[in-house]
T-cell receptor, first 116, second 118 residues
Framework: DTGVSQNPRHKITKRGQNVTFRCDPISEHNRLYWYRQTLGQGPEFLTYFQNEAQLEKSRLLSDRFSAERPKGSFSTLEIQRTEQGDSAMYLC??????????????FGEGSWLTVV | AQKVTQAQTEISVVEKEDVTLDCVYETRDTTYYLFWYKQPPSGELVFLIRRNSFDEQNEISGRYSWNFQKSTSSFNFTITASQVVDSAVYFCALSEFALTGANSKLTFGKGITLSVRP
């Protein structure tokens, strides 16, 4: 499988716990994105990496959220002290080294988070 | 700010009917890209098409066709002879230019749930 891989696919956690999601992009894709999608809504941009550098973060990404991409390969998204409002699907995506603007983004299957 | 509006929320058709999914966008950029993605129940967003703002030619791919009209800021998607496997949520998205280089950051509409009944 050469697509974007995410795990775990589903996570149920108690309020206040920390959770971490992992994303493995398509090999040789140097750009990596995290999006969040809640029920009945389209995905919303959270953050963007070019190689290992995190170049942009959305206002949606509160201080409890942290994303990393060591060595420019896989990425992790950690949510600390989870709240019920964090319940959503977290989508990872990657795009190839290209002109940059308007490159097609390829998404993974997402990681569903339920905070109880 | 960029905005994508998908006014239709749910559409239900019978197999073999044609169906058109509407998308209207707002942007101040003169150069931009538009996308359609399909999201089946599994959750993965499947890329369908990318169109840049300078190319207003309609495109056909099998049973799928897209009508881009810059004058009305619309990028509509038609499925001909729909099939049950077409049942999914369809998203229209707009790529905005960003100085950070996140030039493929997408603004999505809320999606249209298409149900195709046998």
């Amino acid at each position: 499988d050469t697509g974007v891989s995410q795990n775990p696919r589903h996570k149920i956690t108690k309020r206040g716990q920390n959770v971490t999601f992992r994303c493995d992009p398509i090999s040789e894709h140097n750009r990596l994105y995290w999006y969040r999608q809640t029920l009945g809504q389209g995905p919303e941009f959270l953050t963007y990496f070019q190689n290992e550098a995190q170049l942009e973060k959305s206002r949606l990404l509160s201080d409890r959220f942290s994303a990393e991409r060591p060595k420019g390969s896989f990425s992790t998204l950690e949510i600390q002290r989870t709240e019920q409002g964090d319940s959503a699907m977290y989508l990872c995506a990657s795009s190839p080294r290209g002109q940059g603007f308007g490159d097609t983004i390829y998404f993974g299957e997402g990681s569903w988070l339920t905070v109880v | 700010a960029q905005k994508v509006t998908q006014a239709q929320t749910e559409i239900s058709v019978v197999e073999k009917e044609d169906v058109t999914l509407d998308c209207v966008y707002e942007t101040r950029d003169t150069t931009y890209y538009l996308f359609w993605y399909k999201q089946p129940p599994s959750g993965e967003l499947v890329f369908l098409i990318r169109r840049n703002s300078f190319d207003e030619q309609n495109e056909i791919s099998g049973r799928y066709s897209w009508n881009f009209q810059k004058s009305t800021s619309s990028f509509n998607f038609t499925i001909t002879a729909s099939q049950v496997v077409d049942s999914a949520v369809y998203f229209c998205a707009l790529s905005e230019f960003a100085l950070t280089g996140a030039n493929s950051k997408l603004t999505f509409g809320k999606g249209i749930t298409l149900s195709v009944r046998p």
